[in-house]
């Protein structure tokens, strides 16, 4: 799983949200290291709809313009899951190894 | 105090003006690169993604900087947004493509109906190795070795390759590593190339044997490899072929083939009998042309294969390159048995002799598989069943 769609379904995860909102949230949860922008944010919001990941939620007007919100689907949240457990596994070797190295773990 | 109060006013509006235009500016901008997505996504997720890019590009704009840097942020900021929806597109764009040709299948066409996609995944194992044999007796190679073993003096490995030669002396091998190495599509389109080559092969006409599309050995060879060519691209593969074949059944067939395919030039060389093979064409078993003898063979074969449906279908694929073979025969038949060697064919061979019964027949088949599918939808209809009969969806006929 590729880094910009780990962070928007970690964004998601907490609770559904518009597009502004991810981008915004993705900043926060990576300390202003990755910064979506909308191109890719929407490419990859199509892609995760079409793969069954995310889904629409509900839709308001605020000032005028479409606000429409994202949910994280059941699917979204297992890929989610497996996506930690591989990440928290492969991080647990390389930290095991660090300390046998003799680096800091 | 009234006056400032009046001036800070303006100053206000104007400030707050220039940001309307200013945005006005940008959201045209934006909505023209949004054209650049698909009709669809613009419809969706348009007017969010202005309000996206707007709201994003307002919080740029809070940064506290002296004009010409915060104009240089902007400047960055919105260029570097345009560049991503640019991308998105791009990519939105590029996924859509991939998804249609996934749907279409392109690069995996398999026929519907199984029991065609097993006749032809049985000749995507026979068809190559036959276009192998084919090599192999065209350059002499078993008879070579049956006179190197019996010591007889008339057959000699071909010395030197022609131009001509090429297509089927590099095609055939090629084709049967490929097909064995389970590599389908390469063998697919290198049996396409070898059916091209020999064409091409059959306008020069160096040798004899290759005198002009008319020919013959030129029909069997490209029929042949087409043939190899459509079972290799549109069957499971030879995989399922070896499956269906078995392993000693391949052997049967390549070994039948070798042997048949050295009589048909040369078979007094392989039972070293000093006769007149040195003339070149044409061998003798019990004192009759081995042509006869081939084709009995071939018959028998074809009656036993008769009973299974795979077998049959497997030999009504195989009757198309067989038939411009059939007019090989009958002309060697017309030396062998009614004349001298070079007395003209009982039919002399022609290109609508040669090509256009193997066409038929490819067309009937089509045709009777198309027919056979409608019929068996049209009877799951009317049984209530909305489920294709057989084979996966998006597949091809046949």
Wanted: net charge positive; with cysteine; aromatic share 6%.
């Amino acid at each position: 799983m590729q880094e910009p769609t780990f962070l928007i379904l970690t964004a998601l995860a907490a609770g559904a949200q518009h597009g502004y909102g991810i981008m915004t949230d993705v900043a926060r949860i990576s300390d202003g290291r990755v910064r979506l922008r909308a191109g890719t944010l929407y490419a990859a919001l199509d892609r995760l709809k079409a793969d069954g990941l995310v889904t629409s939620d509900k839709e308001e007007i605020v000032d005028g313009r479409l606000r429409r919100y994202y949910r994280i689907t059941d699917e979204g949240t297992g890929e989610l899951a497996a996506e930690v457990r591989r990440l928290r596994a492969n991080a647990a070797v390389a930290a095991s190894r660090l300390g046998l190295a003799g680096g800091a773990a | 105090m009234k006056s400032a109060e009046v001036r800070d006013s303006r100053a206000g509006r104007h400030v707050r003006l220039r940001l309307e235009h200013r945005r006005k500016r940008m959201e045209k901008r934006y909505r023209r690169l949004l054209a650049l997505y698909p009709k669809d996504h613009r419809r969706e997720h348009a007017e969010e993604m202005v309000g996206v890019l707007l709201a994003a590009a307002a919080d740029d704009a809070r940064v506290r900087a002296p004009e010409p840097v915060a104009w240089a942020l902007r400047f960055g900021q919105h260029t570097a947004d345009s560049a991503d929806l640019i991308a998105g597109a791009a990519r939105i764009r590029g996924r859509m493509a991939l998804n249609r040709i996934r749907r279409a299948r392109l690069f995996s066409w398999t026929v519907r109906d199984q029991r065609w996609s097993d006749a032809l995944a049985v000749v995507s194992v026979v068809a190559p190795l036959l276009l192998l044999v084919a090599a192999l007796a065209e350059f002499h190679i078993p008879q070579a070795v049956a006179s190197s073993i019996t010591r007889h003096p008339d057959w000699r490995l071909s010395a030197a390759l022609g131009l001509a030669d090429l297509p089927l002396a590099c095609g055939a091998p090629a084709v049967a590593l490929l097909a064995f190495l389970r590599l389908r599509w390469l063998a697919g389109i290198g049996a396409l190339a070898t059916a091209i080559g020999q064409v091409a092969a059959g306008v020069f006409g160096s040798i004899p044997t290759f005198n002009g599309y008319a020919s013959p050995a030129v029909a069997f060879i490209v029929l042949l490899a087409c043939t190899a060519a459509a079972a290799l691209l549109l069957s499971p593969g030879p995989d399922r072929g070896l499956a269906l074949l078995t392993r000693e059944g391949t052997a049967l067939v390549g070994a039948g083939a070798l042997i048949l395919g050295g009589f048909s030039v040369g078979g007094s060389a392989w039972l070293g009998y000093p006769s007149s093979a040195s003339s070149g064409f044409g061998g003798e078993v019990a004192g009759l042309p081995a042509d006869l003898l081939i084709a009995g063979v071939l018959g028998v074969v074809a009656l036993g294969c008769l009973r299974a449906p795979v077998s049959r279908r497997v030999l009504a694929l195989l009757a198309i390159p067989v038939i411009p073979y059939a007019v090989l025969w009958q002309e060697k038949l017309a030396s062998d048995l009614f004349g001298p060697p070079g007395a003209p064919a009982i039919i002399p061979s022609s290109l609508p002799l040669l090509y256009l019964p193997p066409l038929i027949l490819a067309c009937v088949i089509i045709a009777g598989t198309r027919l056979s599918r409608r019929r068996a939808t049209w009877r799951a209809r009317q049984m209530g069943s909305t489920t294709t009969p057989r084979g996966p969806r998006g597949a091809v006929s046949a």
